[in-house]
């Protein structure tokens, strides 16, 4: 059998190996909420903070940590429902809007992690490269986050933000497109960007000889 | 203090374009590659959604994809049945959809061969063999999710439809373009010694 088929099926192994490790550990219940508590905590002030309209609020599902819970109302129709109740405190039923963490973030974030482990890469530059590529897709996921909350929010029974037909239709159109095949995409684009260049580049091509 | 202070602001910007500079040329060809990769995900995308693809040829292409991993299954001695875009028994049914045709792996090993500088006739039979292997690979894909869903729980089959379905076998579709590339660079070579 050739050089490169060896090492191909040799890289494949490892990752499986690392692959399959990761995501049993990820997939054990304390783990799996450690985590999951631990994305959603900067995601709420990163969220509040692009949504000065709305009131939310990030929650797990006591049954499932794969699921990251949002509740949301609109700041305006809170503030009329308290004046009109003479209040400055009242009780309002949000909406809910449910996503996967494993699908948006921790599935490919494990994916992103074994890429960089199993590139040829000096230690520091190695641990760089993790340290950005950990920040760049975490904030792809709270963008794709904020692109379907973008959407809700523009719902006229919700009435939080009020974006013109085109814009709306803009943010629809992205929100159909930010499917878990870009999700894919993004991983190998920041794992091309932070692993590859022009030394190892030709390294990896010298292989089979 | 203050002379110091100058001499500080003055070095610090030419310090960061200078590393700046050298990351991108450090970088310069991966750069150019990946700019071209996104060029060819970008057109691929296109088509997957256009009106074209959607209307006409997404359904004929799954219905083949499913009847031919229903023969498969019978080789397999299950007694399923393929009705569209379903495979099913009395036991368990999957409806295979867009996203599971294996089509953005297949595009991303075209993608990487394309647009990797190496003579046109070494680019055929990588899309070629790569296609076919990864098409293969699909069909085990989608009558494997099948098996796993018929004997295993259904949160085996999540896991399984999202981390070895999607994920390992996009890697599958790198490792050919690995393995394609070595192969073209190699044949390439060989041909401009002699």
């Known amino acids: 059998m050739k050089p490169i088929i060896i090492a191909g099926l040799k890289y494949f192994f490892f990752f499986c190996l690392l692959y399959g490790t990761l995501t049993a550990l990820s997939l054990i219940p304390q783990v799996g909420k450690t985590l999951n508590d631990i994305y959603r905590r900067p995601t709420q002030r990163i969220l509040t903070s692009l949504f000065d309209k709305a009131h939310l609020q990030l929650g797990s599902d006591r049954n499932d940590v794969d699921i990251i819970r949002v509740e949301y109302a609109s700041k305006k129709m809170v503030q009329q429902q308290m004046r009109s109740a003479g209040k400055t405190n009242v009780q309002i039923n949000g909406r809910l809007y449910e996503f996967s963490f494993y699908n948006t973030f921790l599935s490919f974030y494990i994916f992103l992690l074994v890429l960089m482990i199993l590139s040829p890469l000096p230690r520091k530059e190695m641990l760089i490269g993790l340290l950005a590529g950990s920040i760049l897709f975490y904030l792809f996921s709270v963008f794709r986050t904020s692109i379907a909350l973008l959407f809700f929010f523009n719902d006229p029974v919700v009435d939080i933000y009020h974006y013109s037909d085109f814009w709306v239709e803009a943010i629809r159109k992205l929100n159909n497109f930010l499917t878990l095949g870009i999700n894919l995409l993004i991983v190998l684009v920041l794992w091309i960007t932070l692993a590859f260049r022009k030394k190892n580049w030709k390294k990896l091509l010298q292989a089979s000889k | ?194």
């Open chain 2, 1 to 194: 203090m203050s002379s110091k202070k100058k001499t500080k602001n003055k070095q610090a910007p030419v310090d960061w374009r200078q590393s700046l500079r050298s990351w991108l040329q450090d970088r310069n060809p991966i750069l150019k590659f990946l700019l071209g990769f996104i060029g060819c995900m970008s057109l691929f995308y296109i088509f997957y959604y256009s009106g074209l693809y959607r209307n006409h040829l997404e359904l004929p292409f799954l219905n083949g994809q499913v009847r031919i991993s229903n023969a498969l299954l019978h080789l397999f001695g299950q007694a399923t049945e393929a009705n569209g875009t379903l495979i099913s028994s009395a036991d368990f049914s999957v409806n295979v959809k867009n996203g599971c045709d294996g089509l953005e792996a297949m595009a991303i090993l075209v993608s990487g061969i394309v647009i990797f500088p190496v003579a046109l006739k070494y680019k055929f039979p990588g899309i070629a063999v790569g296609i076919l292997i990864l098409f293969v690979a699909n069909i085990f894909r989608i009558a494997g999710l099948y098996l796993a869903g018929k004997y295993f729980s259904s949160q085996v089959f999540d896991i399984l439809h999202i981390q070895g379905g999607f994920i390992i076998f996009t890697l599958l579709s790198i490792l050919l373009w690995f393995i394609w590339m070595n192969w073209a660079t190699d044949k390439s070579q060989k041909s401009v010694s002699s």
